[in-house]
């Protein structure tokens, strides 16, 4: 087995905890500085709409030292469905996903 598929997330976490770590990137800004960028990297999501989220939040931080808003990374999706085939589908898929995001209740 290569490391890479080692690093994966699919294979020893379900999706809600995926989106766990996604989410503790825009909540806890301090982990998130300190070692989350680190640790939760775009390439460990076998899930296309999470890996897509998490290379923006990514992004966003490299260019503005900042974690992007809701709003932000809705945009963000429109932007990338825009023109594709089954961009309505497509963006309500990320819509929900952000959004579950954005609302979680772990504490």
């Not at 992004?59 to 900042?66: A, N």
Request: glycine share 4%; aromatic share 14%.
């Amino acid at each position: 087995m290569s490391k890479e598929l080692d690093t994966k997330f699919d294979d020893k976490f379900d999706l809600e905890i995926q989106k766990k770590f996604v989410s503790l990137l825009i909540f806890d800004k301090t982990w998130a500085t300190m070692v989350g960028f680190d640790l939760i990297q775009p390439q460990y999501f076998e899930n296309n709409t999470l890996r897509n989220i998490c290379t923006w939040i990514h992004d966003y931080y490299k260019q503005y030292k900042g974690i992007p808003s809701e709003t932000i990374l809705l945009e963000q999706a429109k932007e990338f469905v825009n023109g594709t085939a089954n961009s309505v589908k497509a963006l309500l898929l990320y819509k929900d996903m952000i959004r579950d995001i954005f609302t979680r209740d772990d504490g």
